[in-house]
């Protein structure tokens, strides 16, 4: 039979000067299940033995003496050496925790405003006409290590996590929305981050926070990065739909992505989670396909009022052959009954020629990038096909 390792002899937490709310918490916890609070608590006076005392004032009286030794005692045993210096001339248990309430509550408190002040500095940061790209990187990851540096000694780690994953993403998101010259939307080679980063905002983690910071390290890194518009004499309108399958696992709802462009550089992309579930990949390719087909007719509207009026349908590259089977088939039947009705005012776009869904390999879908995560070399090879170059 194995043996148990009784409640009581279990080691107390040992508080070393940092998180001293949460020591205090198990602390407490401890002294309470040992029956040793009340001489913490109340710091009781013991009241010498009478002359004749029965065998129950003797039993109070030892016991009452006891329990003041022993909570001294584990307070001893719950500090760093260097703590225990500080509190070692102390004679009761209740005169120990009032001092270590004292010196180090008051002192989380100060630094829980630093950091709260330096949130507030954080999410106030704007970036100024004068200033670049990498020089505001370089102020925003400066708050951000000050802040490590502050919540590392103030609160737990879920907490500190929260605090820093939620403000640095917002703030990644207010980044990708800013840039020099024109670039004056979301840079097309982080908006697929961006995007799931944005969908966390209420429940940042760590996990978030890493995520969080690398986007910004990648931002510092390519400040001089830009999308290359080259002179066409061919304004080849075309556009790219793509979609994963299921890939929030959260919800299991798909990622929508589309870029257009002139014959150069894209200069129309998006990546959108999907409202519905999709049930196959044919689905959420459809519905992919769905919503880049209603951008490039409102595409379409825009450039004939700049007297660039395009006279054959849109080519829309899809690499989802049952997707395009699904939009050419006027037929409605069992496989695709579940689709909203909506989606299906894709057939008549395609009936009225203004917009053409074609097949292309997946190597070369260059709406791949907004839709998940890619290895290196798939990333860089699509960002140059989107015309995203040093300038």
């Not at 209420?202 to 290359?228: F, N, P, Q």
Request: hydrophobic letters at 40%; charged letters at 25%.
């Amino acid at each position: 039979m194995d043996s148990e390792t009784p409640f009581t002899a279990l080691a107390p937490p040992v508080f070393n000067g940092d998180n001293y709310h949460v020591w205090a918490v198990r602390m407490e916890a401890h002294l309470e299940a040992n029956d040793l609070w009340e001489a913490v608590e109340e710091d009781y006076e013991v009241l010498p033995l009478p002359d004749n005392p029965t065998l129950a004032q003797l039993r109070n009286h030892k016991e009452r003496k006891a329990r003041k030794s022993k909570a001294r005692a584990s307070l001893f045993a719950a500090v760093s050496p260097a703590i225990f210096t500080r509190i070692m001339t102390m004679k009761s248990a209740f005169e120990i925790w009032n001092f270590l309430k004292n010196e180090y509550e008051g002192d989380e408190r100060i630094k829980g405003m630093q950091v709260l002040n330096l949130v507030r500095e954080f999410e106030m940061q704007k970036m100024k006409e004068s200033e670049t790209i990498k020089e505001y990187a370089d102020k925003l990851l400066s708050i951000v290590n000050k802040k490590l540096l502050t919540l590392a000694t103030v609160v737990e780690e879920t907490t500190k996590n929260f605090l820093l994953a939620d403000t640095v993403a917002k703030r990644v998101i207010h980044l990708s929305s800013v840039g020099e010259d024109l670039m004056l939307t979301t840079r097309p080679d982080i908006l697929h981050a961006v995007s799931v980063l944005s969908r966390f905002l209420h429940c940042a983690s760590e996990l978030h926070l890493k995520a969080a910071k690398r986007v910004l390290r990648y931002v510092k890194g390519t400040v001089d990065h830009g999308i290359l518009f080259q002179q066409n004499q061919d304004f080849q309108f075309l556009g790219f739909s793509d979609s994963d399958w299921a890939g929030s696992y959260d919800d299991m709802k798909s990622t929508s992505g589309y870029c257009f462009t002139l014959g150069s550089g894209v200069f129309s992309w998006s990546s959108k989670k999907q409202e519905i579930v999709a049930q196959s990949t044919a689905e959420a390719e459809f519905i992919a396909a769905t919503a880049a087909v209603n951008q490039a007719l409102w595409l379409r509207k825009l450039l004939a009022d700049l007297h660039m009026e395009q006279k054959e349908s849109t080519k829309v590259f899809v690499d989802n052959l049952a997707a395009i089977a699904i939009a050419n088939n006027p037929v409605f039947h069992g496989k695709t009954k579940h689709f909203s009705i909506k989606l299906f005012f894709l057939r008549d776009v395609q009936k009225d020629g203004a917009v053409c869904l074609k097949y292309c390999k997946t190597e070369n879908q260059l709406a791949d990038i907004f839709t998940k995560a890619l290895p290196r070399s798939k990333f860089e090879f699509l960002i140059e096909k989107l015309g995203i170059s040093t300038h």
